[in-house]
Every structure is written in structure tokens, then in C-alpha cells.
């Protein structure tokens, strides 16, 4: 069997990878997909340089086998999928091979569905191509009645194998060594204080925080999220930031707690996990004032109200998003969006499309699904938004 790629990570991150790895692997062969073959190493102690000097560090070998998975269904193979953003079209290639042929629909605004034989204004449409190089696009809520199956959750699955080495490759300790830099630190320090200073609601949603605050930093970081305008955009933004303090913060600090004590390890080197660096430099922003303490956050401080009828249309003039982070039952997957209109109103949508974007305010269409509550702040449950735009 092919020799895919090696590489070493750290011991103490073997077991997450395995465990991640694993369940892609049972889902994807669920649908006759070909699977991946991965041997793990004998350990050995490496030197890694970190901020505070040279450390000794147990490492562990992983090998890949086999060939990349391949989405084919009904002789065709899947090769890409295409989101709406705005104005224009983004495209996301399940190989660089593929990438010619989505560059063909970049500037198309209606997207077609060869099931509903529509062209609208799609969030996200499937690219499928057969051996003679005829082409299938088919909308993203079309393809599960389409081709029979869940093709939302597979395509979702291909694409971690598609990035599987630049995830690997994320443990590595010499670029783990590298988050401990200050540009690092400057960008973390910059995503949180955009994320948690929009609104309380931010921070008082505790499973939003955490989405958000390993998805905009360390994935983010890792899978090149940030383009270099963009990053320098980000680091000359961060004026008053100085990581030195951050070090003498954690340096003096008494953890109490299994999970305190892994952080202050994140900074000085005893433990390479960029998600406690990420928790970290928040932990610090609190105690500095950059940023609200959580604790000091209560239902009664947001004061939401529900917000028309149970099945009644709703016209929302501006909504800010707040949060938003991706939920995958086992059964489906979507985003948990949750906004504030000006008067403090909450309000949640479940949505499969990746077109909110945290910070940003909208203006939409919809309905009134429901009136939930969560940790004692009332929000109205909206679906089926149309008319929707960037404000």
C-alpha cells in the first residue's frame, strides 16, 4: 500500500488524532468509501525550541497509507462545491486538479440544480463529473433527494481527508513552536477582542465562545484562514498588545485546577497545544480589562423579549450576529446563529449555509419557528429567511 505522507507529532496529541481519525473512517465507509490505512510509530525524545529555550519532548511517528478517498455516486465523481458570498462565488476544490473546472461557473450569480431545474441565488450548490467530462450541479438542499443519500455529511467527511496532511501537520512541534511568537499571540489577541466586544451575548453563550474562539484562532491560523492582507490588516490593528505581559500574567499565576494549570503549561512550553495558547490569552484579556468577565454577565443584563407570533412573517431591518458555531448531530449538520437586533432582542437560526459571518449585521425575511429560552435568555427561533442582505 502507497505511502500517503509521514510526519511526527507530540505523544501526548496521538490519542485526539486517532480518536478524530477513526470516526471520519466509520462514517465514510458507511457509503462504500475507500478508507485509509495509519501505523503509529514507536515514541522517542525530540528537542523543540520554544519561547523560553530548548525542551525535551516525546514524539511519536504517523504514518498514512492508502489512496485519498473519492466521493462517486452513480458514475459520478464529486469534485468541488461552490458558496455564494455576497456578490461573488467561492470556490473550494476537493483537489487543485479540479480547480478549472468550478473556475467556470466563478462568475455565474444563478446557480443552477440539474434536480430542481431552477437557477436562484444558491448559498452552496455540488460539483459531480463523469468519465466522459459531463458536469451535475446540484443544489445543496436538493442532494440528499438527488442522489439518495446524505451527501452533505460525506462531502463534509472527503474534505478532512483532503486537508488530513495540513491537519497532521498542525501538531507538528516546530509549527507548534511557532504559536508562542508574538505575531501569534497579536492574532489571537485581535479575533477574541473582535468577537467578545460586540455584545455581552458573546460571551454569556459559553458553547458559542468556545466555537468561536478555536475556530477563528487556532483552525483558523492553522488552515490559512487569514490571506496576508488580511493578516496584516489584523496585526496593524493591535496597537496596544504586548505579549511580554502575557507571559508575566501566567508566570505569577496559582492554578487551582487541572485545566488552569494545562493553560499556564500552554505558555511556557510544557505542553504544545495551541487550543490552551488560545484560552490562554483570553483568560489574560479578562483579568486586564481588554475584555468582560463572563461571570459578570446575567440573563437579566440582556434583557431580550420574544418577538412576534408562532408562524407569523417577521421583517428584521437589522440584526448584528453575535455568535455562530457549526453543530453536527449525527443526523445533520448546521450553523447555531445567534443575533441582537438595536432594541437587545435575541434571536437563533439554524442554518446550513455558511453566510453569517460574526461582527457583521443583516437584514432579512422570515418566520417565527418558535420562543425557546437558553441559560435564561429569551430568543425568537426564526427560519425561512429570504430577502436577505448585508447591511
Not at 2 to 17: C, G, H, L, N, Q
Not at 213 to 220: C, I, K, V
Not at 265 to 292: H, Q
Amino acid at each position: 500500500m502507497e505511502t500517503i505522507f509521514k510526519e511526527a507529532i507530540p505523544t501526548s496529541a496521538v490519542k485526539a488524532f486517532l480518536k478524530k481519525f477513526d470516526s471520519i473512517q466509520n462514517k465514510i465507509v458507511k457509503f462504500g468509501i475507500r478508507s485509509l490505512e495509519i501505523s503509529v510509530g514507536e515514541d522517542y525524545i525530540s528537542k523543540v525550541a520554544i519561547s523560553s529555550g530548548n525542551v525535551d519532548r516525546w514524539i511519536t511517528p504517523i504514518e498514512v497509507k492508502g489512496e485519498m478517498p473519492v466521493l462517486c455516486v452513480d458514475g459520478y465523481t464529486y469534485v468541488g462545491t461552490i458558496k455564494r458570498a455576497g456578490e461573488n462565488n467561492l470556490i473550494f476544490p476537493i483537489k487543485p486538479e479540479y480547480e478549472n473546472i468550478l473556475m467556470g461557473y466563478n462568475n455565474i450569480p444563478h446557480l443552477p440544480c440539474h434536480h430542481c431545474n431552477t437557477k436562484r441565488k444558491r448559498s452552496k450548490v455540488h460539483v459531480f463529473v463523469n468519465t466522459q467530462g459531463e458536469e451535475k450541479i446540484i443544489a445543496s438542499s436538493c442532494s440528499k433527494e438527488y442522489w439518495g443519500i446524505d451527501v452533505e455529511n460525506v462531502i463534509g467527511n472527503i474534505f478532512f481527508y483532503s486537508q488530513l496532511e495540513q491537519y497532521i501537520r498542525s501538531y507538528i512541534p516546530q509549527q507548534s513552536a511557532e504559536f508562542h511568537s508574538n505575531v501569534y499571540s497579536k492574532i489571537v489577541y485581535a479575533v477574541i477582542k473582535k468577537d467578545n466586544c460586540l455584545h455581552p451575548a458573546s460571551q454569556y453563550d459559553s458553547t458559542a465562545l468556545k466555537s468561536n474562539m478555536h475556530y477563528d484562532t487556532y483552525r483558523g491560523i492553522t488552515t490559512d484562514k487569514f490571506d496576508k492582507d488580511q493578516l496584516k490588516k489584523i496585526l496593524d490593528s493591535v496597537k496596544e498588545w504586548d505579549e511580554t505581559k502575557l507571559f508575566e500574567y501566567w508566570k505569577c499565576f496559582d492554578a487551582k485546577t487541572s485545566f488552569e494549570n494545562n493553560v499556564r503549561s500552554a505558555i511556557f512550553g510544557e505542553s504544545l497545544n495551541a487550543s490552551f495558547f488560545v484560552w490562554a490569552v483570553y483568560l489574560y484579556m479578562i483579568a486586564a480589562g481588554d475584555i468582560a468577565d463572563p461571570k459578570a454577565i446575567t440573563a437579566e443584563s440582556l434583557k431580550s423579549e420574544y418577538v412576534g407570533k408562532v408562524g407569523e412573517k417577521l421583517d428584521l431591518k437589522k440584526a448584528t450576529v453575535v455568535s455562530q458555531f457549526w453543530k453536527d448531530t449525527g443526523y445533520s449538520a448546521f450553523y447555531v446563529v445567534k443575533l441582537v437586533d438595536p432594541s437587545g432582542n435575541f434571536y437563533t437560526v439554524f442554518d446550513s449555509s455558511d453566510r453569517f459571518d460574526v461582527g457583521d449585521s443583516y437584514s432579512f425575511s422570515s418566520t417565527v419557528k418558535s420562543h425557546s429560552e437558553y441559560n435564561g435568555v429569551k430568543s425568537t427561533v426564526l427560519t425561512r429567511l429570504s430577502k436577505f442582505r448585508i447591511i
